[in-house]
């Protein structure tokens, strides 16, 4: 009988725990973070452009609001899950506490499937979900962020219908607003940049130099293509880059920019010229310097782990390694900085925002991301202290250092009634 793969879910359950015996944690405590606070499932009804009725289901989980409001993103995408909603918003929950930022972890998603959507159709079901969920969120309990599928225009949306509903202008329900509705200069470009920083911390690490690494990265979307964009200016050789559709290679390098235009062109990074066509799977596989995983969870398996040829693995993506595949590659000695560290950038500038939006205070982009380099340089240099006392991959370092801070508040708050 073939052995049973862990749900999304129940992967990030077992991480949990690893952490937690690395921490001896409190056993009322561990109990506690193995649960959400609170999960909100609604039907989300709208009338489609051709007159018929589509009722979509749409999620949103605040894990733990221990630290401050939940903040998490909302997602549009067929494979949108109640257990993937949770295992991400307990995600959110760890990235926030390690990286210092005064937030609680939440998420959200409607199955869908926005490409063969109209605007108007996505129009009417982002504002029906935002009706769905509003009794949870708003600018001092639950903050929701774009992310797949969803972006600034999905965002504008939001918050104007969680305006109207109030009867007044509310900025700080969301963030990844456009900049005329109180954006932040610097939004998005977050994570890729944030996940370069941290980069640059681990190539310090080992005495590498930005200029003299070859780097693959598995997801063209807007974090991975910001992230070789700013590698490519800077020296680095970006070997590979993906899509859903494929992979593009070429092991002397190339311009990402070039092949973002034949993107734009065709739908799709395959077949650019100069370039070998290769499979998603292929380029995980490739040997290089830096693996960049910037699509989805569960890429990197047990399956797979062996054939990883990468010195460093940095996680843009949500949750790409799973438990099995990452203890195989903390055995090959395989560097990997996890997602909660790697890809802290968006909700870290999401953070600015919403401070701006409260106090309609504008930052230039440059005091962003000074303000982002400080804060993703010590969450990797607190993961890395505790790696190294502990003697535990990064990713149980990283888990260690978030759930202690998320366990002391909750000590410290202590256990209602």
């Not at 559709?245 to 002397?252: C, H, P, S």
């Not at 600015?352 to 969450?379: A, D, N, P, Y």
Request: proline letters at 5%; glycine letters at 8%; charged letters at 20%.
């Amino acid at each position: 009988m073939p052995e049973k793969t862990l749900s999304f879910f129940e992967n990030s359950l077992t991480q949990l725990d690893n952490a937690s015996k690395v921490l001896e944690l409190d056993p009322s405590i561990h109990k506690m973070l193995k649960k959400p606070e609170r999960v909100l499932t609604v039907s989300v009804p709208i009338c489609l452009d051709d007159g018929t009725t589509e009722v979509f289901t749409g999620y949103r989980s605040q894990y733990s609001t221990a630290r401050g409001p939940a903040k998490g993103g909302i997602r549009y995408h067929p494979n949108v899950s109640l257990d993937e909603v949770i295992a991400l918003s307990m995600l959110m929950t760890w990235k926030c506490a390690l990286v210092g930022i005064p937030f609680g972890g939440g998420k959200g998603g409607v199955v869908c499937n926005p490409k063969e959507m109209s605007e108007n159709e996505l129009r009417r079901m982002t504002r029906r979900y935002t009706v769905g969920i509003l009794p949870i969120i708003g600018p001092e309990q639950d903050i929701p962020a774009p992310d797949v599928y969803t972006g600034s225009r999905e965002m504008a949306w939001i918050m104007d219908t969680y305006s109207m509903m109030k009867g007044y202008s509310v900025p700080g329900v969301v963030t990844g607003k456009p900049l005329n509705i109180g954006g932040s200069l610097g939004r998005n470009i977050a994570t890729g940049r944030g996940a370069t920083f941290v980069l640059f911390e681990a190539l310090k690490h080992f005495n590498m130099s930005p200029s003299n690494v070859t780097c693959a990265i598995q997801g063209f979307g807007n974090a991975g293509s910001v992230a070789a964009f700013f590698l490519h200016e800077i020296g680095s050789k970006v070997i590979a880059v993906s899509d859903s559709k494929g992979a593009v290679y070429n092991k002397e390098g190339f311009n990402p920019n070039k092949v973002m235009e034949h993107k734009q062109k065709t739908g799709s990074v395959v077949d650019c010229e100069g370039c070998e066509t290769i499979s998603n799977s292929e380029l995980l596989e490739l040997e290089c310097d830096v693996l960049m995983p910037a699509a989805l969870e569960n890429v990197i398996t047990k399956e797979n782990a062996t054939n990883i040829n990468a010195k460093i693995v940095i996680e843009i993506a949500n949750g790409p390694t799973s438990s099995e595949a990452d203890k195989i590659l903390y055995d090959r000695d395989v560097f990997l900085v996890p997602d909660i560290l790697a890809n802290a950038g968006g909700v870290t500038v999401s953070y600015f925002e919403w401070s701006q939006s409260l106090t309609g205070w504008l930052w230039t982009e440059e005091e962003v991301l000074t303000r982002l380099e400080k804060i993703m340089q010590q969450g990797f240099r607190d993961a890395l202290k505790v790696s190294k006392e502990k003697e535990i991959s990064m990713r149980t370092a990283s888990q260690v250092f978030a759930i202690d801070r998320v366990a002391d508040a909750i000590k410290t708050r202590g256990l209602f009634p």
